[in-house]
Structures are given as structure tokens and as C-alpha cells.
């Protein structure tokens, strides 16, 4: 069955320390893969992308993830975490562009002064 | 260019009652998406409409929803007999259905039943 597994509830770090926010999907075709950030009674906002190509992509807001095909792999990654990361973080996957999304639980991030 | 609005924001409704929930995709979207995100859950897929076509309703419960996406006019979600259990939050995502496109999300409208 196709799935986004988000292993991590909830992460707490600290404000300048570096985050990794893991993600593994189960898809029987080519992923393409999505990381959205959802503020508290928001929507979603995407961060990043991968469809093909290099497989370490950049988002916005300083956000990069990679793509590991051997792994199942798709975690979000970012140097130097700001209180305004805080959010709820989610792992999406689709067959092809232009298709139902298929949605991790989330990850709600903390940030600690 | 307006992103994807949804209203109402808020909407609450008794048991029993009709809920309607309305989404306009961004200027020159012409697919839309339904999701239904429950208390500490992610978006479960609902529904995948094209202007006055379901391309999609796998996610759709079979009973008391529908959906329609008029050459005219918003995208609605229709929930009849609302129950306890239909209380979530409702987002909407459109996509100019071209290769490699993004759905972009609306804010939600959340549902309370009570």
C-alpha cells in the first residue's frame, strides 16, 4: 500500500541548532515527493519539491532535503533552525504531477530559546 | 494573484444539518482537490475535480458527501446530515494541471458539528 511514514511527532530543538525531519514513503511507481509547513490554523505552504534530477534540492526558507532511493528516503534538513520554524511539518508523495497527495501525519517542530 | 480562498473560515453546524463549503482555486487553475485533515492526522485525500468533471473520488466517504466544480463559479464540498465524526478541517488545493505543478492549498474552512 502507498504510505508517507513521518517516524517523529514531535521535535524540540534548540533556536540556531540544526534539524532533520525525517520522512519514508511506500509507492510503487516514481515518488514525487513534497514537504509542506503548516502554521497554527493555516494552510499549507509548500517548502520544497523533488521530481526528478538532483537529488538534494533547496526550498525556501533556508529548507533543502534529499532524495535517497535505496532508503525510501525523503527527509527535510535545515542548517540553522529560527523560532519562526516553528510548525507542523509535513511529508507528502504523488504518482505524477497533477494527482492526489499522499500525506504523512506531521511532525510538529518546537523551538526553544 | 489571489492564492486559493475558501470560506467560510469557520462554520458550525447541529447534527442533522447541511454543511456547504466553497473553494476558489487561484486564477487559471483549473483542477481542484479536496482533503479533510482530522485532529493530529494528516490530509486525507477526498476528492479530484476538474471544471464540471470528477476525475477522482476514491477518498470520498459514499454516503452524505458530494462534490462539484461548475464552468462557473467556486468549487463545493457538500456535506448532508452532518455527523459528530465530520467535524475536521477541509482544505482545498488547485493546480494548473500542467507536468510537474504543485497543488497550492487554501486556508481551510473548519468544521465543528455539534
Known amino acids: 500500500a502507498q504510505s508517507v511514514t513521518q517516524p517523529d511527532i514531535h521535535i524540540t530543538v534548540s533556536e540556531g541548532a540544526s534539524l532533520e525531519l525525517r520522512c519514508n514513503y511506500s509507492?510503487?511507481?516514481?515518488?514525487?515527493l513534497f514537504w509542506y509547513v503548516q502554521s497554527p490554523g493555516q494552510g499549507l505552504q509548500l517548502l520544497l519539491k523533488?521530481?526528478?534530477?538532483?537529488?538534494l534540492v533547496q526550498g525556501i526558507k533556508g529548507f533543502e532535503a534529499e532524495f535517497k532511493r535505496s532508503q525510501s528516503s525523503f527527509n527535510l534538513r535545515k542548517p540553522s533552525v529560527h523560532w519562526s520554524d516553528a510548525a507542523e511539518y509535513f511529508c507528502?508523495?504523488?504518482?505524477?504531477?497533477?494527482?492526489?497527495?499522499?500525506f504523512g501525519k506531521g511532525t510538529t517542530l518546537s523551538v526553544s530559546s | 494573484n489571489a492564492g486559493v480562498m475558501q470560506n467560510p473560515r469557520h462554520l458550525v453546524r447541529r447534527r442533522g444539518q447541511e454543511a456547504r463549503l466553497r473553494c476558489s482555486p487561484m486564477?487559471?487553475?483549473?483542477?481542484v482537490y479536496w482533503y479533510r485533515q482530522l485532529p493530529e492526522e494528516g490530509l486525507k485525500f477526498m476528492v479530484y475535480?476538474?471544471?464540471?468533471?470528477?476525475?477522482?473520488e476514491s477518498g470520498m466517504p459514499k454516503e452524505r458527501f458530494s462534490a462539484e466544480f461548475p464552468k462557473e463559479g467556486p468549487s463545493i464540498l457538500r456535506i448532508q446530515q452532518v455527523v459528530r465524526g465530520d467535524s475536521a478541517a477541509y482544505f482545498c488545493?488547485?493546480?494548473?494541471?500542467?507536468?510537474?505543478?504543485?497543488?497550492?492549498f487554501g486556508p481551510g474552512t473548519r468544521l465543528t458539528v455539534l
Open positions: 507528502a508523495v504523488g504518482n505524477q504531477a497533477g494527482t492526489a497527495l499522499i
Open positions: 475535480l476538474q471544471k464540471e468533471n470528477i476525475i477522482d
Open positions: 509507492y510503487g511507481a516514481t515518488p514525487y
Open positions: 488545493a488547485s493546480s494548473p494541471g500542467l507536468a510537474e505543478n504543485e497543488q497550492f
Open positions: 486564477k487559471g487553475h483549473s483542477h
Open positions: 523533488y521530481f526528478s534530477g538532483d537529488t
